[in-house]
């Protein structure tokens, strides 16, 4: 009977997670000395990889967001420039520049366009996947992008797929809760939708002198959207225990208050210690305490990137964080990866709190707690949405897949919603092959009757 009820306590753990890669998103390079480097997400899957994580998850290529998806908050003007300006022609938009933000901290690269849809894509494609409800859990570490506003490009981001994925969790989902443990302020989202009930936003960040300058424990939201946003500034040199004694009496107070039935966990890893940018102490252990805290409420949750500037501890973290969100442990020496000389000198996944000084005190969180919960204390419970219907899905899914893959057009990829239905399953997953592909064999048995034929040749010249 025991070993019964450990079963079932073992089948409601496990969860269906889906996650979202494009291998071509390290590539992209911001320039030279620049901070943000996209390939600290290529390090993360192959960490993932050789961990043998990706077992437990189900991987997908994320369809790249189009125009019309990206402009569903994006101006139209702002999308177009985007799309249009290279490096090569950036002389003729140097007023545009100047009016987008673009050029010192957001430059303009190479392929700048796609890198936006590929990140906006894995958010949207996780939203439907949550929609549809076909995972409880959706990762795309290429998004998380939460300083992108309407028409501006500001720290990093160009354009903001947290925004999108929420506007499409929205079609499905009454009210979405928004957490931001990246360690700057998450403006952009907030911005967005600053003045709704139905998406609460909540920001950890480090504030008082300290981009973007914004996320002060008075912005609370305005007119339907006040003490709909939540914010919760903190100082330098904030440990795991200091973090926590914060984040889940805020958290378990929100959840009761809102009742979200869909999450958006931004984990930005630039509040780890050793960040470049960030001046923070925490461990991996204490950032990732914010996905237990959240996986334990079993609604669906939709985990994105974000910050991160030292590559090495952002893979080590993301890495972490999609093991916890399959329930599984892995050990703390790092399997060999194409990556494994970043991990030295110790080669191990978790880090070592600094011994900086604790800025946060308790006096100190205590009142910023106390001021967050009476904020908290004045919403209306649960606040209820009108009917209305559904609108279609930003990922078109037509029920007949069949009728699809027969009008589809044999050159093109196939749409993700055929796709979808088309995944690898568990332990099919080798490198260098894909699915249906089956050279190895092909070669060999291609070598096996060139040999015979050679032995053939052989024996005729013997006898001749």
């Known amino acids: 009977r025991m070993s019964t009820v450990a079963q079932n306590t073992q089948d409601h753990s496990k969860r269906r997670v889906a996650y979202y890669y494009d291998s071509n998103i390290g590539n992209y390079y911001y320039g030279q000395g620049h901070v943000m480097k996209p390939h600290r997400i290529r390090m993360t899957h192959h960490l993932l990889l050789n961990y043998g994580v990706y077992r437990d998850l189900e991987v997908y290529r994320p369809f790249p967001a189009s125009y019309d998806e990206m402009s569903r908050f994006h101006s139209e003007e702002y999308m177009a420039f985007l799309k249009t300006a290279t490096?090569?022609?950036?002389?003729?938009?140097?007023?545009?520049?100047?009016?987008?933000?673009?050029?010192?901290?957001c430059p303009l690269f190479d392929g700048l366009y796609e890198f936006c849809q590929l990140s906006s894509g894995g958010s949207l494609a996780a939203a439907v996947k949550m929609n549809k409800q076909k995972a409880d859990i959706a990762i795309n570490w290429m998004g998380g992008l939460h300083h992108a506003k309407k028409s501006e490009a500001s720290g990093f981001c160009y354009t903001n797929d947290i925004v999108l994925g929420i506007l499409e969790l929205l079609k499905y989902h009454k009210r979405v809760l928004y957490v931001d443990i990246d360690v700057h302020h998450g403006d952009g989202v907030e911005e967005a939708f600053y003045t709704t009930d139905r998406v609460m936003c909540v920001s950890f960040h480090k504030y008082g002198e300290f981009f973007p300058g914004t996320g002060d424990l008075k912005d609370i939201g305005a007119g339907k959207g006040r003490y709909y946003s939540l914010n919760v500034p903190l100082r330098d040199g904030v440990t795991d225990d200091s973090y926590q004694s914060i984040f889940k009496p805020v958290m378990t107070k929100v959840m009761e208050r809102f009742q979200p039935s869909a999450v958006v966990l931004q984990c930005g890893a630039d509040s780890l210690n050793g960040d470049r940018l960030g001046p923070f102490n925490l461990t991996l252990r204490g950032h990732g305490e914010c996905v237990s805290f959240f996986r334990s409420y079993n609604i669906p949750l939709m985990m994105l990137g974000?910050?991160?500037?030292?590559?090495?501890?952002?893979?080590?973290?993301?890495?972490?964080?999609?093991?916890?969100?399959?329930?599984?442990?892995?050990?703390?020496?790092?399997?060999?990866?194409?990556?494994f000389e970043y991990f030295g000198p110790n080669y191990r996944l978790h880090i070592d709190p600094s011994q900086a000084?604790?800025?946060?005190t308790a006096e100190y969180l205590k009142k910023v707690q106390e001021n967050v919960i009476a904020n908290l204390e004045k919403l209306?419970?649960?606040?209820?949405?009108?009917?209305?219907?559904?609108?279609?899905?930003?990922?078109?899914?037509?029920?007949?897949?069949?009728?699809?893959?027969?009008?589809?057009?044999?050159?093109?990829r196939l749409h993700p919603s055929i796709m979808d239905g088309v995944t690898q399953d568990q332990g099919e997953y080798y490198d260098g092959e894909t699915e249906g592909d089956d050279r190895r064999n092909e070669h060999n048995a291609k070598r096996a009757a060139e040999t015979e034929g050679e032995n053939d040749a052989a024996k005729r010249a013997r006898t001749d």
């Open 357 to 360: 000084t604790n800025d946060n």
């Open 87 to 105: 490096p090569d022609n950036l002389k003729g938009y140097n007023k545009q520049m100047l009016k987008f933000n673009v050029g010192e901290d």
């Open 306 to 339: 974000g910050g991160g500037y030292t590559p090495r501890n952002v893979a080590r973290c993301w890495t972490y964080e999609t093991a916890l969100a399959v329930n599984r442990e892995i050990p703390d020496e790092l399997p060999y990866n194409d990556y």
């Open 380 to 412: 209306t419970f649960a606040p209820s949405v009108q009917m209305q219907p559904i609108p279609d899905d930003a990922i078109k899914c037509l029920n007949d897949t069949t009728l699809l893959q027969d009008m589809s057009n044999p050159d093109a």
